[in-house]
C-alpha cells in the first residue's frame, strides 16, 4: 500500500488528498492483517515532492506512525 507524503503528489497519483489515502490505507492494513497478512506500506515523495509542494519531515514522521500504528510491518519511506 502506497501513500504521498506531498499533497500534490497523492492526487496526481490517485486522485485523492494525503489524509484520504492514508485513512483508506489504515482500514486495509487492518483488514489485511485480520486475515493473518503481511502488510507492506511505502510513503513516497518523503523526502521531497517533484510537484513543488512542501514536504515537511514532522508530516513524513506522523505518516510513517500512523502505518505502525495500523499494524503496518515495514513501512518505506522514498523519494520517487
Do not use: H, K, W
Amino acid at each position: 500500500i502506497f501513500v504521498a507524503a506531498s499533497d500534490a503528489g497523492n492526487q496526481s497519483n490517485v486522485g485523492r488528498s494525503t489524509e484520504d489515502s492514508m485513512r483508506e490505507a489504515e482500514r486495509l492494513i487492518g483488514e489485511v492483517r485480520s486475515f493473518g497478512l503481511p502488510v507492506i506500506g511505502t510513503l513516497s515523495s518523503a523526502f521531497g515532492s517533484p510537484y513543488g509542494d512542501d514536504v515537511p519531515p514532522e508530516r513524513v514522521l506522523a505518516l510513517a506512525q500512523r502505518f505502525v500504528d495500523a499494524g503496518d510491518i515495514c513501512s518505506t519511506p522514498s523519494s520517487a
